[in-house]
């Protein structure tokens, strides 16, 4: 089913809570480069699809493909391994460690021995100097030795999207990284994930319109768990069923 | 690039010169104390692995474990057994205390780990239960309530040869123990592999986000966690020359949690302040007031009134800010 090019593909996937069908026949694919947007009012499935591809739920029918790779019942732990990571919409950091600890943990689980217990976790130089890159990356250098509950919440959830890229990952999926955060704030982090759109692939779940025009070549708009449209910037805006949906949702 | 975070990493370090003056204290104090506090401090020398050993699976992964009395009463009967019926010697005795340990961790673990939260809880004190009942009932096996009682060969190193009967032999022994346990535990700590702990611990579900197989290494810490308490129950059997079902009673689920609570979670070291304190207050307000354990808890909800993280979290929190 799934070709050569396509970095992550769902075919057909079902996704039912119950009588609830979230997901509903959803056929995505991405290919590797490309930065794709979802959108999509609430309870369209946004989320939902995120955690089918990331194995924190299993399908109820239909499979998914990472790299012409069957991944669909693989535990989240072995779907991160593969190269594919997240970010969270509500975040899910660790309070009590520090901002470079935290991304030192993703960092170091690409480590060949990453449970040694003998070394100094501080001694491994190659891990530090990576940890250090990422700090660097998204701008939270100088914040590095903050308590990540200390951090205001904008940077968290940079912190977020820093420790989904310590894994080194080659398809990154952002959950809403925009959300409630300030408008300074929001510049700062489409900032970060524009610098990233140019090493990987992307899929973003946006409410922020802005965000998405800017940032995506395709955008796929999800509705009552079903895929409505998809197409560039422009042709998504001209869409009357979005316009539908999108007023509909105001009304 | 010379990134060194370690003054900072995890937070919940435990600060050098506090483990230095009290071990250098328990070094001293173990000349000048008299014979009957000796003993008593010798206890709180062995409790205070338990209580470390605890604090690695409830402090460093947040599992709480009521099981852990199988584990120290197994590391008792390792050496009970092995002395009795295999007549090793006291230093390999314990090494089979290690190894039940050892075992027993990993059968409670493989089971029990799968499972978070109350569930956890639940399904070790069924554990805890089910080996007490067990240690009780075959009398014929583990002498039940009366126990067993041992005769301890003398351990010879190199050319000394030392007894554990005498007090101050035993003293020294215990504090050895005691000392390399916490070299090893916070080495640990400090590892790649303490740091993901404390990753489990902060949020379970993240680090599986992260890459790791997060049962694995809860079950590693629960594995360590179970040996070091098991060392701890053959180093009491060697203490008291003796073992019986009271070993696996739920004194030695309870305890642990206790100590890491007032001590400090998380901090391995924390929990020695928990364990003299609790052994002081038992040792002497026991004495004169019989329903001392209703002090006991009053004094258990103020200090953690004061501080959630125990008196040890609490100092280094002052400390950071």
Known sequence: ?251 | MDIRSENVAGRRETPTYFVIIFLLLLVLMGMVLPKGARSLVTHMMIFCILAMGYDVCFGLTNQCSLGHAVFFGGGAYGVVFSILHLKVGVLPSIFFSLGAGFILAVIVGLISVRLTEAYFVIITAIFFAVFHLLAMDLTWLTGGDDGLSLKLPSVSLGSVTLSLYHPMVNYYFVLTFLAISYLILNRMARSPMGKIFVSIRENEKRVQFLGYNVFRYKLMAFIVSGVFSALSGGLYALTLRYGSADFFSFHWSIMPIVWCLIGGLGTLAGPWIGVVIMSLFQYYVSAWWTYYLILFGIIILLILRISRKGILGYVISRRLN
């Open chain 1, 1 to 251: 089913m799934a070709s050569g090019n396509k970095l992550l593909e769902t075919v057909s996937v079902t996704m039912c809570f119950g009588g609830l069908t979230a997901l509903d026949q959803v056929t995505y694919s991405i290919q590797e480069g490309e930065v794709r947007g979802i959108i999509g009012p609430n309870g369209a499935g946004k989320t939902t699809l995120f955690n089918v591809i990331t194995g924190e739920l299993k399908p109820t029918s239909g499979k998914i493909f990472l790299r012409g790779k069957d991944i669909t019942r693989f535990t989240p732990h072995i779907i991160c391994q593969e190269g594919l990571s997240r970010t969270f919409q509500l975040t899910f950091i660790f309070p009590e460690m520090t901002v470079y600890d935290s991304i030192w943990v993703g960092v170091n689980s690409r480590a060949r021995r990453p449970w040694n217990p003998i070394i100094l976790a501080h001694h491994a130089a190659d891990i530090s100097q990576k940890t250090q890159e990422i700090c660097h990356l998204v701008g939270l250098e100088e914040k590095r030795n903050e308590l990540a509950s200390n951090l205001s919440y904008g940077d968290q959830k940079i912190l977020e999207i820093a420790m989904a890229l310590s894994t080194q990952p080659s398809i990154l999926l952002l959950d809403e990284p925009t959300q409630g955060v300030s408008p300074k704030e929001a510049d700062d982090i489409s900032e970060v994930i524009e610098k990233l759109s140019k090493k990987m692939t992307i899929i973003l779940i946006e409410h922020s319109m802005d965000v998405v025009l800017r940032l995506c070549h395709i955008i796929t708009v999800l509705n009552e768990g079903r895929v409505v449209a998809e197409g560039s910037p422009d042709e998504i805006r001209k869409n009357e069923e979005v316009q539908r949906i999108y007023l509909g949702e105001i009304s």
